[in-house]
């Protein structure tokens, strides 16, 4: 029987394989995965902890804020200000970025981060999420960062990854080489190399959409979603559990596709571009999927805003192409 692979050893062996992954990109990724520990350890004892239910403030969308987004989003902040990998970071939950170490002088990366995807299925005990991703800084080092460290396109990461918390807690990262999942032990705390090469399945068996959204969703949306249902003897399943990451990981593992389009009431889009969009774009391109948003890639839109919005489809190719061909029968862009 082999040896399991650690996370930590997983992470040392690539920076050995890939010469721009530098030893501050390593500690990092293993600060990544220590804040994710004990954050993992407050969602399985949230009831007990007295930290289920809402916390009484709201986020910058006017989100109302539960207990467990505000402890997500201050344990990232704490561990990764705490390191000096990091020059800045962007969260899902906060108005403007985070500076770090003298203005941000310091420090090779820009981190952009929602510290708890699906917040609203916490209480229900639903799986929920941490999506991630690793800029390197455009600013020279010894200079303050500035708006271009931050919107930067989804081509330009380094690191994309997330974090399930759920039936089993597994942290999924790529570095721009194919994509890796890691499992919890939680009898010791250690991440295990459970998933090795992930890839979707080129075509899937699985569509997830928020159905209360098709009545206002663009007419090619809504011919898709048709003929989804009719499949001619083909037995596709609608699957949306709400909580993104864990939507996305599902079709993932077992292929299929995934859409929150823009509807005449959000033209824009619900999902932010930079803290969930292109992460999971990046990690669905290096797995042999797709994403788009009504009308090109989403890791080629130009960000010009911190927390920008984005229509968002993502999922096995065959799938997203044939989305793309309803597009063009309705010649309509969104």
């Known amino acids: ?88 970071i962007g969260s899902e939950e906060q108005d403007g970025y985070i500076l770090c170490h003298d203005q941000g002088k310091q420090g090779k990366y820009v981190v952009m981060i929602d510290p708890l995807d699906g917040s609203s299925n916490i209480d229900v005990n639903v799986s929920i999420g941490t999506i991630f991703s690793i800029y390197r800084r455009v600013t020279p080092l010894g200079e303050p960062l500035s708006d271009q460290d931050f919107l930067q396109k989804g081509t330009q990461q380094v690191v994309a990854g997330y974090i399930l918390y759920g039936s089993s807690t597994m942290l999924v990262y790529t570095t721009g080489s194919g994509v890796n999942g890691f499992t919890m032990d939680p009898a010791i705390g250690e991440f295990f190399l459970s998933h090795p090469r992930m890839a979707f399945p080129e075509s899937g068996m699985i569509y997830s959409i928020n159905d209360a959204l098709l009545d206002a969703s663009p007419p090619a949306v809504k011919i898709f979603i048709e003929g989804c249902k009719e499949t001619h003897g083909i037995s596709l399943k609608a699957r949306y559990i709400g909580s993104l990451v864990t939507d996305f990981h599902r079709n993932l593992i077992k292929g299929g596709i995934y859409l929150y389009p823009s509807t005449t009431y959000n033209p824009q889009g619900k999902l932010r571009l930079m803290y969930e969009c292109n992460p999971l774009a990046f990690i669905a391109q290096q797995a042999g999927g797709h994403a788009e948003d009504n009308y090109r890639e989403i890791l080629e839109i130009q960000p010009e805003s911190l927390h920008q919005r984005s229509p968002f489809y993502v999922g096995s190719v065959n799938m997203i192409q044939g989305l793309r061909s309803c597009w063009m029968a309705t010649s309509d862009p969104g």
């Open 1 to 88: 029987m082999s040896k399991a692979i650690t996370l930590q050893e997983f992470i040392m062996d690539s920076q050995a394989e890939f010469p721009f992954v530098s030893g501050q990109l390593t500690r990092l990724l293993t600060d990544i995965g220590v804040a994710a520990k004990i954050v993992n350890h407050q969602v399985n004892r949230a009831g007990l902890a007295g930290i289920l239910g809402q916390s009484g403030s709201q986020n910058t969308h006017n989100e109302d804020q539960q207990k467990l987004d505000v402890f997500a989003d201050n344990t990232f902040m704490r561990i990764l200000t705490a390191g000096k990998s990091v020059a800045g």
